[in-house]
């Protein structure tokens, strides 16, 4: 069957009166990109089970210093996902979209959307549609879950925290996510960079989701190391564009030189573009150890048209 992509922009979102094929879209704005039809790349990415059906293996929650913790969960969109979202769970549109964070890639084969549990402020249980790994499903991002339910009202009765209730497997098979819990960052403020890392040059691509949601890499010519920044949700320009080189300028990456001394630079090249997801990879002309990544405020606006503030994290070291 034919692939139909699409990208939904914030104002299709607000009104629901379409969708533009074949181009990417932002995390939560639709679910992220969709397609016609049931494909195994969408069905091995994304869960409807409200009931968890991995068995317990008996994994710790902490091994060998890593622990299974969530980073991070966006209330992205309040009863806003508009019609083309049904394209990848029956019941969504009009619901509410939150990305939800793991601090490891996670096994998708053990992703159910009964493994996690929304509360709202007034100790109400959110109500799970489907869990989708889509659209981040390149090399190294298996990590951000895209929620779809009815998780309470913004103004009313917002969601407060998300757990992990079912078993959810490390993407190394040497962990489990159960138990794990994060306060939810409300509906009104922007996207914030939620961790960085040097990407790993030789993780395998499993070939998951959809050919749209592969995003470019960093050229080879001249970038001696790449470092993934991950944010809360999608991000694109008030225009909905992809950013450019003006964008790619404003990342100011602190690097270590071997002396100790530290400097600021800006990523010779910005990539990981045109896939709708909530990834970039920031391509160094140099080999000095990445130290933090700084992005400033006022740029990015995530689906709600909610501007970013500053942010700034860490970067984790390659293993």
Known sequence: MELLMARISRAHARSDRGIRSAMPCP???????VM?????????????????TTSDAALPRESDGQTAELLSAFFGLDNALPRAARLICRGAPGKDGMPVIFSTEIDHTTLQAGDFRVTTASGARGEMTCATLLPAT???????????GDFGTAETDPPVTVDIV???????GRLD????RVAVTPLAPGPSLVMAEVADPTAEDRDLGLRRTDGDDCPTDGIQQVVRVVWAGGVTLANGDEPGDAER??????????DGTER?????VLADLGDGDNNHLLCLDTADTPVSVFFPEGVFTDPNDDLNPDTRVPVRPLN
């Not at 939560?28 to 990109?33: K, T």
């Not at 016609?36 to 968890?52: H, K």
């Not at 390149?138 to 779809?148: F, K, N, Q, S, Y």
């Open 166 to 172: 079912g078993h959810v497997h490390s993407f190394d």
């Open 264 to 268: 600021e630079i800006s990523p010779t």
């Open 249 to 258: 300028d404003l990342y100011r990456v602190t690097v270590r030189g071997a």
């Open 36 to 52: 016609a039809g049931a494909t195994p790349g969408s069905a091995d990415v994304t869960s409807g089970a409200l009931i968890d």
């Open 177 to 180: 996510f159960r138990g794990a």
């Open 27 to 33: 995390l939560v704005a639709v679910l992220s990109c």
């Open 138 to 148: 390149d090399a190294g991002e298996l990590r951000t879950v895209l929620l779809v």
